[in-house]
């Protein structure tokens, strides 16, 4: 079980404590009023962040309305930024990008450099949960020059923190590990225990990430008790999930189940549309590990719609992946087949952000700016700056190599997967077209020679077991090949029905009425794709117990003479009363669904597509009784 990333990022949300200092006490009595009405509503806005994201935004919007009368810069960038806040937890990012970018002029306008650090932070965290690295790293770098400027300590412990997840996610652990360390030192002076639950919530994830599931479960299990003296629901929800997985990675899933339920317990209550995808992937991974295929589907389909709903690309390439394996292993290789194709459609046009050069610009930009000013800090001596520039050759050189070694591996990385994607299709296929020898048949045609030879019909036996013989190794060689030309088709089908009328003991009379002006050796056709029909006709259409029992196979060409005409007709029961027999039977009769599937396999492939069309006889004549079979075939010339 690949684990499913959920970092925290340390965001700023709106503060009642921040709106009442940015509120002028100079103000007309009624507009005092109004502004204290707005801090009102923004603070139990806030409040209810804990019950309902829904409900907390449209009380945020009640105060945004208030806001835009009294027209005041202070109050209107406090309210915009804790909308954005409440849509980045519910995990709407569209929106929650919308509110920030409208909260930053009016910070600027009153020459709040904090405020517009602190926003700018959120839309870093806004682009890297949409997979956005390359710009969230610029917003988390200028969120860190700001705080510097302005000395503010616990904006640079929580740049760290982000800074840390995204090397996190790129799967840089040890740059990861040192900024949470830097960012905890920071959080653990000042006393900031919401904090300290965020790092420890990513050091258990990173944890996890190196196999080191006991350490991870630590980590998650202090931020939980940490947590309660906190009272974050939101936090709460991510933490009990981690344990989950936890639980889950070290194979106590009964366990893992109880937390995950847990945490969708707080997430729909929260209307967490972000993190219910996750834990509903979750869910559906445990319950397919103890094998309760009916929930495990459930929860599959969960996640699936509501990360298309949410464009949560993460969750949805992962729910693809691991519904396709369920898929294949329920048996169901068609749809597995589907949802494989999906998730590589997703990954492939993914992948491409983990090469992106810009990011790796500007982390190297970064960490070459910290480096600098620690050698300025400690040594101020310039041979040591003579040296660094003697090197920088050296070290572009030395870049270049790698950047060029990282891209030659990951085209590789790609192509070994896609042909791994396409030898997982053709195994699902195989599946299906496996099924084309009937193991009833053969155990009928067994038994019937076993009769044979106990009654001492020894020539019968011999004619029986020789025709089988020649159908089986038809069969076996036919199924190696795509097409196959007519005669070698009709020699097959003559097989067949040769060995129906020795079991069924009766003359059962048939005819091939081929049009002269196709090529038997010429034309080819897909294999044994007539054979079911010819079955139908015998056992479902009651021929064995017709003693004139008659089936005519008509092959010719259409009036633009690119299409082949099968043609299948019998004089049975017909459909309607062989339908009626079998709702009295146990008996199942594959035979029309693996010819459909194999219909469909092949007009996945191919620009001109097969076309069927079953007949009941007595619909057009009701002194006609039989079934018709009639399909198009597009013309198929050999080409030695």
């Given at each position: 079980?690949?684990?499913?990333?959920?970092?925290?990022s340390f965001y700023?949300?709106?503060?009642?404590?921040l709106l009442s200092k940015n509120l002028s006490s100079n103000k007309p009595e009624a507009q005092s009023s109004l502004e204290k009405q707005i801090t009102e509503t923004l603070y139990k806005s806030v409040q209810l962040r804990d019950s309902s994201y829904d409900v907390s935004i449209k009380v945020g919007k009640e105060a945004l309305k208030l806001a835009l009368k009294l027209n005041s810069a202070p109050i209107l960038a406090d309210t915009y930024k804790s909308i954005g806040g409440t849509y980045l937890l519910q995990g709407v990012f569209d929106s929650s990008e919308y509110y920030y970018r409208k909260a930053i002029?009016?910070?600027?306008?009153i020459g709040d450099s904090l405020g517009v650090g602190k926003v700018t932070a959120n839309i870093g965290i806004v682009y890297r949960r949409s997979r956005k690295y390359n710009e969230a790293l610029q917003q988390y770098i200028r969120a860190l020059e700001t705080y510097k400027s302005v000395n503010y300590v616990e904006g640079i412990g929580s740049s760290y923190l982000n800074i840390g997840g995204l090397h996190q996610t790129l799967g840089e652990f040890d740059k990861a590990l040192a900024f949470y360390l830097n960012a905890q030192k920071i959080y653990e002076k000042l006393g900031n225990r919401k904090s300290l639950v965020n790092?420890?919530?990513?050091?258990?994830?990173?944890?996890?990430?190196?196999n080191n599931h006991d350490q991870a479960l630590s980590y998650r299990l202090r931020a939980l008790k940490l947590n309660e003296e906190v009272g974050n629901t939101q936090l709460n929800s991510t933490i009990l999930m981690n344990i989950g997985e936890s639980y889950?990675?070290?194979?106590?899933?009964?366990?893992?189940?109880?937390?995950?339920?847990?945490?969708e317990e707080q997430r729909i209550q929260l209307n967490d549309q972000w993190g219910l995808s996750k834990v509903y992937l979750l869910k559906a991974t445990t319950y397919d590990t103890l094998n309760e295929n009916r929930k495990a589907e459930e929860y599959f389909q969960k996640s699936i719609q509501l990360s298309k709903a949410n464009d949560i690309s993460d969750d949805l390439l992962e729910s693809y992946l691991y519904y396709s394996e369920f898929l294949e292993k329920t048996n169901h290789p068609r749809k597995a087949i589907d949802n494989l194709k999906k998730y590589h459609s997703i990954n492939d046009s993914l992948i491409s952000i983990f090469q992106n050069e810009k990011v790796k610009e500007l982390t190297a930009k970064y960490e070459s700016e910290q480096q600098e000013k620690e050698l300025e800090v400690l040594t101020q001596k310039s041979q040591i700056q003579n040296l660094e520039l003697g090197k920088k050759n050296s070290w572009i050189i030395l870049l270049t190599v790698v950047l060029i070694l990282g891209i030659v591996v990951i085209f590789v990385s790609l192509r070994i997967n896609r042909l791994r994607a396409d030898h997982k299709i053709m195994d699902l296929r195989q599946k299906v077209l496996l099924t084309q020898m009937n193991p009833h048949f053969l155990f009928n045609s067994l038994t019937s020679i076993q009769s044979f030879i106990l009654d001492n019909k020894n020539k019968e036996a011999n004619n029986y077991l020789s025709r089988l013989a020649s159908l089986v190794r038809g069969?076996?060689?036919?199924?190696?090949e795509e097409f196959v030309s007519i005669r070698t088709e009709i020699a097959t089908l003559e097989d067949y029905i040769g060995l129906q009328k020795l079991r069924f003991e009766n003359e059962i009379q048939y005819e091939f009425e081929i049009d002269k002006n196709i090529d038997q050796d010429q034309v080819l056709v897909p294999p044994m794709l007539a054979q079911p029909f010819v079955e139908n006709a015998l056992v479902h259409g009651m021929l064995r117990n017709n003693p004139e029992a008659k089936i005519v196979v008509q092959i010719s060409l259409n009036k633009n003479r690119d299409m082949l005409v099968f043609q299948i007709k019998d004089n049975g029961i017909g459909i309607k009363e062989s339908k009626k027999?079998?709702?009295n039977k146990e008996h199942k009769s594959l035979a029309t669904s693996i010819a459909l599937d194999r219909v469909k396999i092949y007009n996945f492939k191919a620009s001109k597509k097969?076309?069927?069309e079953i007949t009941d006889l007595k619909n057009s004549d009701n002194n006609q009784s039989g079934t018709k079979v009639t399909y198009t075939i597009p013309l198929t010339i050999c080409s030695n």
């Open positions: 079980m690949r684990t499913i990333l959920l970092l925290i700023c949300l709106f503060s009642n404590q002029p009016q910070y600027a306008l790092i420890f919530i990513n050091l258990g994830v990173l944890q996890s990430e190196l889950q990675a070290i194979g106590q899933v009964e366990k893992a189940l109880e937390y995950y339920n847990l945490c069969i076996l060689e036919n199924s190696r027999n079998r709702e097969m076309h069927f």
